[in-house]
C-alpha cells in the first residue's frame, strides 16, 4: 500500500518537478529587456528613458508615480542618449546614429511624441551631446565636422535652431555641465583613458581657463556646479591611487580633496538644495549609495538596494526624488526612486524575462587567484545550480573590454543562459582593469601587454583547482579587448582551450592602429603603443602574426560598420586561419557597429555560438 500511495505522490509531482528543472532557449533570454538612461521631466511627474522592449534602445516614458509606459520613438536603429530639457518640458533631446556606425546625429522629440526635429544633417560627423543651459534655450555640443580626428565645442539655440561655435581647439573634447549663470561652459580634453584636463570656456567671450593643470596622469570627471555657480564639484584620481570627491573654485582654484578612500567614487549627484552630496562607491564591482553633508562632512549610508550595480543618480527639480538603475547577477536593469523624506526605495520600470523565473539565475562567487608575479586577480564565479564536484563541466571564460574597464556583478542574459545549460562562467578583471587602483589599471599599458595575457593563461588552471571544470572544456570568450585577448590565448597558449568566441577584437595592432576612426587614434595610441617606434612589439603581440600556431576552433562575429574595430580586422585574421586549413566560423552583420543592437541579430548570432560551443566543446 506505501509503495503504491509513494508511486502515485511521484506520478503527481513529476510535472512539477520537470518545470523546476527547465531549460530556457536563448531566444527566451535574449528577450529579457532592460531599462536604463532616465532623465526626468521638469516637473517631476515623468521619466523619459531608453528600454529595448522593440528589440532595439527606443524613447518611452513613464509616470513616476503612475500610468503606462508609452513608446515615443519607433526607429529601426538604436537610440543612444535621451536628456529632457530642464525648463520647457515639452521637448526631450536624443541622439541616433545609423547602423551602429557611431555618427550620432541630434533630434528633438515632443513630450508626446507627435512631433520630431532633426537638428543636425551631416551623417559624416559625429555629434556629441553635452550640458543643457540653465534656461533651457540653448545646448552645448561637440562635433568633428571641421576634422574628424577632433572635436570643438558649439551652442545650439533650441528654437531658432541657430548654432554658435564657442571653442575651436585640435583636441578631444566633451561638454561636461553649464554654470547656472550661463556664463561658463565645462569641457573636459581627454589624452587617454586615464588622463585629461578641465577647461571653462566663457560662452560670450570664448576665453578659456585650465582649470587642472597637473604633471602627471590624472582623471577629472562627473563635475557638477555649485548652486551658485562658485565652485565645481568633481571626481579626480590626481595625487592618489583611487577616485575621489574634490571641489575647485570657480574660475581658477585649487583641487582640494574633501572624501577619499580606497575604493573609487563612480558618480557624484548635487542635491537641489546644494547642501549634500549623494555619491556611489565602488566595492569589488559592488555599489553603495552615500550622502556626504559638505559642511559638517559626514558621511551616511543611504537605504539604496545592494548586491549589484547602482546608476544614473539624478534629482527631481523639487529635490524631493533621486532616480536611478539597478541591476544585479539575478535582476535585469530596471529604473527606481528614492524618497528623500521616507529613505525608501520603490520600482518605476517592470522589465520582462521573458517568462523565465527570476529564482533560476545564479548569483557568483567573488573570488581571486594569484597571477605570475602574485598579483591579485579578482572575478566571478558562477556555478550551475546542480553543479558536482566531479571535474566534468565545461566552462567559459569572459574576459571584459575597454580594456580600461571592469568586470561587475551586472545581469547577463548570455551568462544565465550558459549556466542554465551546464557551463560554469567566470569572468576575471585581469590587470589593466579599472576598479582596484591606478597602478594596476596601468599594469597591461604598452609593453606591459603579455602580463595581461599571462594572467589569462593562469586561468585554466586556477579554475581547474575549484575541482568543478574539465580541463579538455575550457572556452575563452570576449568582446573588443575581451576579443583580441580571445585571440591572443588561443595563439600563445593554444593548448589551453578548446575553443575561442571573439566578438569585434582587434587582431593586428598595426592595423587597428591605422584604420580605427580618425578621431580615436592617440587616444589609443597611449593605451596600445605606437605603430612607429613600437612597430615590433606590436607584431610580437599581434595575432596576426602568429596565427600558425592557433588549434582551437574559432568563431568570430563582426559588425560591418564598426568604427572602432574595423571589419578588416575580423577578415584578415579569418582568411589566414582558412588558408592554414584552421576551424573557424564568422558572421557579419551589415546593419551593426561594435557590438550587436538589433535583437534579430543578436539571436542570429548566439544562436550560432550556443551550436558552435555544443558541437567543439559541450558535446565532444
Known sequence: MRKKLLLSIILTLLPFLVLFAQTYTIEQYLNIRSASSPTVSPDGKFIAYLTDITGTNQVWKVGISSGCPEQLTFFEDRVQFVSWNPKDGSWILFGKDIGGNEHTQLFLLKFDGSEIRRLTYNDNVIYNFGAWSGDGTMFAFTSNERNRAFF????????????????????????????????????????????????????????????????EPARYFG???????????????????????????????????????????????????????????????????????????????????????????????????????????????????????????????????????????????????????????????????DAKKDGSLPVIVSIHGGPEAQELPRFSAIYQYFINNGYVVYAPNIRGSTGYGKTYASLDNTTKRKDAIRDVSLIPEFLKSTGYINPNKIVVFGGSYGGYMTLAAVTFYPDLWAAGVDLVGISNFLTFLKNTGAWRQKHRMAEYGDPEKDAEFLKEISPFYHVDRIKAPLMIIQGANDPRVPKSESDQIVESIKSRGGIVEYLVFDDEGHGLSKLKNRIRAYKAIVEFLDKYVKNK
Open 223 to 385: 563635475a557638477k556646479f555649485s548652486k551658485d555657480g562658485k565652485r565645481i564639484y568633481l571626481l579626480s584620481d590626481e595625487g592618489k591611487e583611487f577616485v575621489g570627491i574634490a571641489y575647485i573654485d570657480v574660475p581658477n582654484g585649487k583641487l582640494n580633496y574633501i572624501y577619499a578612500t580606497n575604493w573609487d567614487v563612480e558618480t557624484i549627484e548635487l542635491s537641489k538644495d546644494g547642501k549634500y552630496l549623494i555619491f556611489i562607491l565602488n566595492v569589488d564591482g559592488y555599489s553603495g549609495v552615500y550622502s556626504l553633508n559638505l559642511t559638517t562632512k559626514k558621511i551616511e549610508k543611504l537605504n539604496f538596494p545592494e548586491g549589484g550595480i547602482i546608476g544614473s543618480l539624478k534629482f527631481t527639480n523639487d529635490g524631493r526624488k533621486i532616480i536611478f538603475t539597478y541591476q544585479s547577477p539575478v535582476k535585469n536593469q530596471d529604473i527606481y526612486y528614492y524618497d528623500v523624506s521616507t529613505r525608501m526605495y520603490k520600482q518605476v520600470t517592470y522589465s520582462s524575462t521573458a517568462g523565465i523565473p527570476l529564482s533560476s539565475f545564479v548569483q557568483p562567487q567573488l573570488v581571486r587567484f594569484k597571477s605570475f608575479d602574485g598579483l591579485e586577480i579578482p572575478g566571478y564565479l558562477y556555478f550551475p545550480k
Open 152 to 215: 570643438d565645442v558649439y551652442v545650439m539655440n533650441v528654437k531658432t535652431g541657430k548654432v554658435k561655435l564657442v571653442w575651436q581647439n585640435d583636441g578631444n573634447n566633451s561638454v561636461v555641465a553649464w554654470s547656472p549663470d550661463n556664463k561658463y561652459i565645462l569641457v573636459s580634453q581627454n589624452r587617454s583613458s586615464f588622463d585629461n584636463d578641465l577647461y571653462l570656456v566663457e560662452y560670450e567671450s570664448g576665453k578659456v581657463y585650465n582649470i587642472t593643470p597637473h604633471t
